[in-house]
Each structure stands twice: as C-alpha cells, then as structure tokens.
C-alpha cells in the first residue's frame, strides 16, 4: 500500500527556519518524482515545489523561490522541504505527493495528509 | 504562468442528479508531441487531503467510481458526476502540469440540494 507521511510541522515565529519531512512506502521511491502542495487555512490549494525523482531537477512556486529548497534522499525514501525566512503568508497545511510519473509533468496520484506549519510571533 | 479558472464557485444538485464543473487554462495544456492534455482533477473532502480522480484530462484514476468523468481538450475542460452520490459532497480542484510552475484552480465545492 502506497503510503507519504509527512512531519516536522509546529509553529514558528516570522523570519525563522523549519524542515518538513516526508517518509514513502509502497512503492519504489526512487522511480518517480515527488512534490509538495500548500493549503492555507479555508482556502484552495497552491503547488509549492517539484522533485525529479533522480532529485536533479526542481522547480519552485515563484511565492517561495529562493527561500525554500525541496531535497530528497533515495536511500531513505524521505522528501525534504527546507523552509528559511518564513512569513505569516506561508501558513498552512503542507502536503507531500507522489506524481505519478518519473518526470515532473504529471499528475498527483497519492498524497499524505499533511502537516500543519503555523507562522506567527 | 497558466491562469486556471473554475465554474461554477460552487453547486447544489439533487441526489442522482448530474454535476458539472467547468475548468479554462489562460493557455492551452495540449502538448502537441504526445496528443495529451495535461489536467487532473482532484477531489477535497472536508478534513481530507485531496484525492487524484482523473489525468491526462478523461483517464479515470483506478479505484474511481465510473459516474466521475472527465472531457475536453486545449483550454476547456469538464469534470462530470453523471448521478450525484452523497458521498461526492466535496471541493473539485482542477490543475495544469504542463507548464511550470503548475497551478490549481481555485475549487467548485459541490453540495446538496
């Protein structure tokens, strides 16, 4: 069963720094890419950040560029989204998801669900 | 980027009935080299993540109950629920994976009437 789990949510104060976590299983990890997608509270969703599944290739929502850095580590079959400099506006629920497709222009066929990241002095 | 814009906001249909969700790309998301529009289409339950229901703009995700269907090409797009469950109470996302960054629509909840 295919499984994404993400963790390292909390709250956080503006200007600070927070790594997500994602752990996979199910399927073989290293085959596809991975992304992530936000939902702030009662509105719709916003795609964040792609991962070739190799992890050479990325691609960033520009509301995020340069202050996120989306990884992964095959060998564990976790995902990674690195979070600096964060605002009250990057408050939401973060979800990891697999695409269906080595590549990043795919849909998203499974998802986690979600960890809550809370930016507010 | 690619504007994604949905219609209705929102609907309510009687049980049985049919539900009609429109989506428009401000670009075509018809990659010309394969013939594949590159669209799903996303189910949100309240308190859930969201869940895949259709790709590549009318392929059926395994598992999704044949009354969800999908149609369209280039722009214009349509996500039908040809006889409306309760369980299909939901928000309906669309979004373009085309071109990056990709975008979602911004949601058509559905309802009862």
């Known amino acids: 069963e295919v499984q994404v789990l993400e963790s390292g949510g909390g709250l956080v104060q503006p200007g600070g720094s927070l790594r997500l976590s994602c752990a996979a299983s199910?399927?073989?990890?290293?085959?596809?890419?991975m992304s992530w997608v936000r939902q702030a509270p009662g509105k719709g969703l916003e795609w964040v950040s792609v991962?070739?599944?190799?992890?050479?290739?990325?691609y960033y929502a520009d509301s995020v560029k340069g202050r996120f850095t989306i990884s992964r580590d095959n060998s564990k079959n976790t995902l990674y989204l690195q979070m600096n400099s964060l605002t009250v506006e990057d408050s939401a629920i973060y979800y990891c998801?697999?695409?269906?497709?080595?590549?990043?222009?795919?849909?998203?066929?499974?998802w986690g669900q979600g960890t809550l990241v809370t930016v507010s002095s | 980027d690619i504007v994604m814009t949905q219609s209705p906001d929102s609907l309510a249909v009687s049980l049985g009935e049919r539900a009609t969700i429109n989506c428009k790309s401000s670009?075509?998301?018809?990659?010309?080299?394969?013939?594949?529009?590159?669209l799903g289409w996303y189910q949100q339950k309240p308190g859930q993540p969201p869940k895949l229901l259709i790709y590549?703009?009318?392929t059926r995700e395994s598992g999704v109950p044949d009354r969800f269907s999908g149609s369209g090409s280039g722009t214009d797009f349509s996500l039908t629920i040809s006889s409306l469950q309760a369980e299909d109470v939901a928000v309906y996302y669309c979004?373009?994976?085309?071109?990056?960054?990709?975008?979602f629509g911004p949601g058509t909840k559905v309802d009862i009437k």
């Open positions: 670009q075509s998301v018809l990659y010309s080299s394969n013939n594949k529009n590159y």
């Open positions: 979004q373009q994976y085309e071109s990056l960054p990709f975008t």
């Open positions: 998801a697999k695409n269906r497709g080595v590549t990043r222009y795919s849909s998203l066929d499974y």
């Open positions: 199910g399927f073989t990890f290293s085959n596809y890419a």
């Open positions: 991962l070739s599944n190799s992890g050479d290739s990325t």
């Open positions: 590549w703009a009318s």
